[in-house]
């Protein structure tokens, strides 16, 4: 009996197959050389569509355009509680035409210098907040906090000031972040910085819902920026750059997305966000309260003019909360072009060291320590 291979019903060309070893070997490339056709094809279609849909939404304005997620870089790192946050014991570099920013991070992931242990110091301040507060193009010595703890021990006081500003941050980071992390630093003073954009931030990356007048804490990983910066840190830039993989990429943040401002319209988003961050001062003077520290607001002065962009802190201010309004100075005006970077919105070195001032004064001036040191104190 003869045995028939079902290679040999096929209209391959080999002839003269005399084993069935040499039959399996045949088949095997027969099958190899028709995947390969077939992947190609596939391959192929895929390039083809997917550069016509390049073209397409090249027209496309909502797709917007290739932006570098920072977030997840650098000094920075992906965060399941605040989005993202500072890396520890890390540096960098950053510089353009108009500033060189050189930044390194302590064991905690905070912009400052090692810390230092309960009672080697006489006070310690604790600064929350955004780039302003972080430093944004200036060195680690000549950041606000920093220059802020110079003016104290030049007269003669030992005062430990951390800063635990974190660049791209909005209120409700800060308050999380001191929550979660911050509050063990056992600080005397914590000095809540808000900037003009903060509400924004509030809307933009909530960490905190506010119903019936309480705060509930949202997912951070179903932030937007959250999954946009998982989905950077995962595929290639090469990927990140395609127009349709961000279009793809953005409808999948927005379905993923859990903002309690997605119904509301502007006005709404702004009531809103005033009075979550309202709650989460008086939250703040509650747990000073139970902890022993002092609270006090400090409103930044930014390039345009913001004396009249603090006008909803009035509430808490007249409740007894220790409002600071440097923003009010008329410095900030009368001398904008050295206080300020002339292309970027941040404070130069100078400005920082004027903000120093500022605070370092209405902490002078306040009854926060009645003690022997506020007497032999000279302010220059």
């Given at each position: 009996m003869s045995l028939v291979y079902p290679l040999e019903r096929t209209s391959h060309p080999k002839k003269g197959i005399k084993s069935m070893r040499e039959a399996k070997s045949v088949s095997w490339r027969y099958c190899l050389k028709i995947w390969l056709g077939r992947f190609s094809l596939t391959g192929l279609g895929l390039i083809l569509g997917i550069s016509i849909c390049e073209w397409i939404l090249f027209w496309e304005p909502s797709v917007g355009e290739v932006r570098d997620v920072w977030q997840i870089h650098g000094l920075f790192q992906l965060d399941d509680q605040l989005i993202y946050s500072l890396r520890s014991n890390a540096s960098r570099q950053l510089a353009t035409e108009e500033y060189v920013e050189i930044a390194t991070t302590n064991e905690r992931g905070l912009r400052n210098k090692p810390l230092r242990e309960k009672g080697t110091y006489e006070k310690r301040i604790l600064v929350l907040g955004d780039s302003m507060i972080f430093g944004h193009g200036v060195h680690d010595d000549q950041t606000f906090p920093n220059q802020l703890e110079m003016l104290f021990h030049e007269a003669g006081m030992?005062?430990?000031?951390?800063?635990?500003?974190?660049?791209?941050?909005?209120?409700?980071?800060?308050?999380?972040?001191?929550?979660?992390?911050?509050?063990?630093?056992?600080?005397?003073?914590?000095?809540?910085?808000?900037?003009?954009?903060?509400?924004?931030?509030?809307?933009?990356?909530?960490?905190?819902?506010?119903?019936?007048?309480?705060?509930?804490?949202?997912?951070?990983?179903?932030?937007?920026?959250?999954?946009?910066?998982?989905?950077?840190?995962?595929?290639?830039?090469?990927?990140?750059?395609?127009?349709?993989?961000?279009?793809?990429?953005?409808?999948?943040?927005?379905?993923?997305?859990?903002?309690?401002?997605?119904?509301?319209?502007?006005?709404?988003?702004?009531?809103?966000?005033?009075?979550?961050?309202?709650?989460?001062?008086?939250?703040?003077?509650?747990?000073?309260?139970?902890?022993?520290?002092?609270?006090?607001?400090?409103?930044?002065?930014?390039?345009?003019?913001s004396r009249d962009r603090y006008a909803w802190?009035?509430?808490?201010q007249d409740q007894g909360t220790w409002v600071m309004e440097c923003h009010k100075d008329?410095?900030?005006?009368?001398?904008?072009?050295?206080?300020?970077?002339?292309?970027?919105?941040?404070?130069?070195?100078?400005?920082?060291?004027?903000?120093?001032?500022?605070?370092?004064?209405?902490?002078?001036?306040?009854?926060?320590?009645?003690?022997?040191?506020?007497?032999?104190?000279?302010?220059?």
């Open positions: 030992d005062v430990d000031v951390v800063n635990a500003g974190v660049k791209g941050y909005g209120p409700d980071q800060y308050f999380k972040f001191f929550l979660s992390s911050l509050r063990d630093l056992q600080p005397n003073l914590v000095i809540f910085s808000l900037f003009v954009n903060d509400l924004r931030d509030c809307i933009d990356t909530p960490l905190y819902d506010l119903k019936e007048g309480a705060l509930y804490s949202l997912d951070a990983r179903k932030n937007w920026l959250y999954v946009r910066c998982r989905l950077a840190s995962i595929f290639p830039n090469a990927i990140l750059r395609m127009r349709v993989f961000r279009a793809i990429a953005s409808r999948y943040a927005a379905y993923c997305t859990q903002n309690p401002t997605i119904t509301m319209n502007a006005e709404e988003g702004r009531l809103w966000a005033q009075e979550k961050v309202l709650t989460q001062i008086q939250e703040l003077e509650r747990l000073g309260e139970a902890d022993g520290f002092a609270l006090c607001v400090l409103c930044i002065p930014s390039k345009e003019d802190l009035k509430r808490v008329e410095l900030w005006h009368a001398e904008r072009g050295q206080l300020y970077f002339a292309v970027d919105q941040h404070m130069t070195p100078r400005g920082c060291k004027a903000l120093a001032r500022s605070v370092f004064e209405g902490i002078l001036q306040s009854n926060l320590w009645v003690d022997g040191n506020i007497d032999r104190v000279v302010i220059k």
